[in-house]
């Protein structure tokens, strides 16, 4: 691509950050060590990571799947123990890979129940306001008629958002993220959307969260 | 899911293991939770740090013993996260394992670490760098700032950025990290 050292790392760079895979190229030992560097720093840039929840449940379906068979049924053959000979993977791989997606889950608490939060008038056009619902925190927002909530936690780290007018994003106190009325991220790194809150109005001009008990 | 079952026939059917398989799943997959946190530290995206822990998953769940302790199936997801590491910076950078030896050597089980370990460890290493290049890299990776906005910031101009930010990578390269 580019003939410079220099421009083929920030390419690098800016995938990174941007959430997306290394793609990496030629380079003399220096720079494949700077290349290491950035994506130690990318990687930290946000702590620890945990597994996106999709992929999670994804991966233990699969062990779930792998279980019976290879645990149980061929018990004889691994009570061998911990093979430490990798390789014969034998397993299928997921087919699907990740790419840098904003995933927006919806709350769905087991035995919802709706909450009143106020009379649609009481929230103004274009502003979050903070409700809850129970053990749901959320953030509601008013366009005409309509309604929409995200969750008042950030999707990253566990920390309540603040919604700030002036700016017009809900922001993270814990670290630089914000997002929009739509949850979605509004940082230049890969972040997930905010959780979706279901809310309604009601024909008496409600306003009503899904929340818990 | 254990149903109390009478004592009697059949005590060592295949029935009995189900929720002892169960049970190991669920302590392999929080395990690779940690083996996920370790992959993404050093590879810093997403996409690839599933397919690194997937990988790591397909090769090693089906050699895990039921009942195995959490501490030995942890041990052999670790090993097989260095080897899965191992060969994916030798295809991606055309690295032998030998020259990814320090990289690989971090690679130790480590335990469940505080939650700012990682980002403590980073700023080590940004300590040790010029006051210029730890600049350049904090507001470019930790603060997530576009070439253009670190130039404005630093009273510099993209080019000079560009090379300056490769130059502290390099440093940043050569500084070990604390362990």
């Known amino acids: 691509m580019n003939g410079k050292p220099e421009n083929r790392v920030e390419k690098i760079i800016a995938d990174l950050l941007r959430g997306r895979r290394l793609k990496l190229r030629g380079g003399d030992a220096e720079e494949k060590a700077a290349i290491i560097a950035a994506a130690r720093l990318a990687g930290a840039h946000q702590g620890p990571q945990r597994m996106h929840p999709t992929f999670r449940k994804r991966l233990g379906q699969e062990l779930d799947q792998t279980a019976p068979d290879s645990w149980v049924t061929r018990r004889t053959a691994l009570v061998a123990g911990l093979g430490l000979a990798a390789g014969a993977a034998g397993g299928v791989l997921f087919g699907r890979t990740g790419g840098p997606e904003t995933v927006s889950a919806s709350i769905d608490p087991t035995d919802g129940r709706w909450t009143d939060v106020g009379a649609l008038d009481e929230f103004t056009e274009g502003q979050g306001r903070r409700v809850s619902a129970g053990g749901v925190g959320a953030y509601v927002f008013r366009t005409g008629s309509k309604v929409t909530a995200v969750s008042s936690i950030c999707s990253h780290l566990p920390c309540e958002l603040s919604w700030d007018a002036a700016d017009g994003h809900l922001l993270c106190p814990c670290h630089p993220a914000k997002f929009t009325p739509g949850g979605e991220p509004a940082v230049r790194y890969s972040l997930d959307a905010l959780s979706k809150v279901h809310v309604r109005v009601t024909h008496l001009g409600r306003v009503e969260v899904l929340g818990t008990a | ?179």
């Open chain 2, 1 to 179: 899911m254990t149903p109390d079952r009478p004592a009697g026939e059949h005590q060592e059917a295949e029935v009995v293991e189900l929720p002892v398989a169960r049970r190991a799943s669920d302590v392999a997959l929080d395990e690779l939770e940690l083996v996920y946190a370790f992959i993404y530290a050093r590879v810093g995206n997403r996409p690839d740090a599933e397919d690194l822990t997937q990988q790591v998953a397909m090769k090693a769940i089906p050699r895990l013993r039921q009942g195995a302790p959490a501490s030995a199936i942890r041990g052999y997801l670790f090993a097989t996260a260095r080897s899965v590491l191992g060969a994916f910076w030798s295809t991606r950078l055309g690295l032998s394992e030998a020259e990814l030896r320090d990289d690989l050597a971090l690679a130790t089980p480590a335990p469940p670490s505080p939650a700012d370990d990682r980002t403590e460890t980073v700023q080590q290493i940004l300590s040790q760098l010029s006051d210029n290049y730890r600049r350049v890299l904090e507001l470019r990776f930790l603060h997530g700032y576009s070439l253009k906005e670190v130039a404005a910031e630093m009273n510099s101009t993209v080019g000079a950025i560009k090379v300056m930010q490769l130059r502290a990578l390099r440093a940043a390269g050569k500084v070990r990290p604390p362990e």
